[in-house]
């Protein structure tokens, strides 16, 4: 039996350390809880619905009385990534962290919502490297910056726009689009129509549940 999800790990600059095994085995804690631990890493444009959508799908989860955490860039900047900025480096950093931080919970079995920009292709694929195989759902918000821009909910383009806020991300900051994300979510449809969060966090559920994360590991 697997005693755990994750295999993988580096020391870094850490010597004299050894890994322990858990004690319990993954396995065990998601036959208890009738799920299956993954990382639903959501990437977008500021104001693409990250935060929106991670919150619905969140809510319908615990209404099947699944056991889940979002972590959102909002959120995680206010405390164990308060020392980060906005640069290459420090966004790499701070990806960086919150993988390992979303691993973590993976490891636990529990569904683990990931809400950040996360604008460059190297980070994220990094993150998918470190979680076991078939764990890692990227989940690329596909919306237009006209739209984001548009939506601007915290008047952060507006800033952008007038030179207040320097390297934002779409305006004078890259953002890199995935290449094979698991789930693309787009704000229309292709006749025009706008798309719900609703609509679309029943899309990710659906998805979760036709990939068995839904129910037990199979005996
Ligand atoms: N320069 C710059 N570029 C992009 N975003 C900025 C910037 N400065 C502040 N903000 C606000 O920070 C939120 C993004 O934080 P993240 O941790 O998700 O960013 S990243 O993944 O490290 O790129 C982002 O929140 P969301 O709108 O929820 O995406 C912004 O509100
Ligand atoms: N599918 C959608 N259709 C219309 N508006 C949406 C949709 N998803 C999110 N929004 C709105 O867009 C704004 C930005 O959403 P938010 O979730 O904060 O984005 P992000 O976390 O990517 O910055 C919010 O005002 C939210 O209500």
Same mark, same amino acid.
């Given at each position: 039996?697997?005693?755990?999800?994750?295999? +993988?790990?580096?020391? !870094?600059?850490?010597?004299?350390?050894?890994?322990? #095994?858990? %004690?319990?085995?993954? #396995?065990?804690?998601?036959?208890?809880?009738?799920?299956?631990?993954?990382?639903?890493?959501?990437?977008?444009?500021?104001?693409?619905?990250?935060?929106?959508? +991670?919150?619905?799908?969140?809510? +319908?989860?615990? #209404?099947?009385?699944?056991?889940?955490?979002?972590?959102?860039?909002?959120?995680?900047?206010?405390?164990?990534?308060?020392?980060?900025?906005?640069?290459?480096?420090?966004?790499?950093?701070?990806?960086?962290?919150?993988?390992?931080?979303?691993?973590?919970?993976?490891?636990? !079995? *529990? *569904?683990?919502?990931?809400?950040?920009?996360?604008?460059?292709?190297?980070?994220?694929? %990094?993150?998918?490297?470190?979680?076991?195989?078939?764990?890692?759902?990227?989940?690329?918000?596909?919306?237009?910056?006209?739209?984001?821009?548009?939506?601007?909910?915290?008047?952060?383009?507006?800033?952008?726009? +007038?030179?207040?806020?320097?390297?934002?991300?779409? *305006?004078?900051?890259?953002?890199?689009?995935?290449?094979?994300?698991?789930?693309?979510? #787009?704000?229309?449809?292709?006749?025009?129509?706008?798309?719900?969060?609703?609509?679309?966090?029943?899309?990710?559920?659906?998805?979760?549940?036709?990939?068995?994360?839904?129910?037990?590991?199979?005996?």
């Amino acid at each position: 039996m697997s005693r755990s999800i994750s295999t +993988a790990y580096d020391v !870094g600059s850490s010597t004299n350390i050894k890994w322990h #095994e858990g %004690a319990v085995p993954t #396995e065990t804690k998601e036959a208890t809880m009738q799920q299956r631990g993954v990382v639903v890493w959501f990437t977008g444009l500021s104001g693409s619905g990250k935060s929106t959508v +991670a919150c619905t799908l969140e809510h +319908a989860l615990a #209404e099947s009385g699944k056991v889940t955490t979002l972590l959102d860039g909002d959120n995680i900047r206010h405390g164990l990534n308060s020392n980060l900025g906005f640069s290459a480096t420090d966004r790499a950093e701070n990806i960086r962290r919150i993988g390992e931080v979303s691993k973590l919970f993976a490891d636990t !079995g *529990i *569904i683990t919502l990931v809400s950040f920009i996360s604008p460059y292709r190297r980070d994220r694929d %990094a993150v998918r490297a470190r979680v076991p195989p078939g764990r890692f759902v990227e989940v690329f918000m596909k919306v237009p910056i006209s739209i984001c821009e548009e939506r601007d909910p915290k008047g952060l383009y507006k800033k952008a726009r +007038a030179g207040q806020l320097k390297g934002f991300t779409g *305006i004078d900051d890259p953002y890199e689009e995935p290449l094979n994300a698991e789930v693309v979510l #787009e704000a229309e449809t292709p006749d025009g129509k706008r798309v719900s969060p609703q609509d679309q966090a029943a899309k990710l559920l659906e998805y979760l549940h036709s990939k068995g994360f839904l129910s037990g590991p199979s005996k």
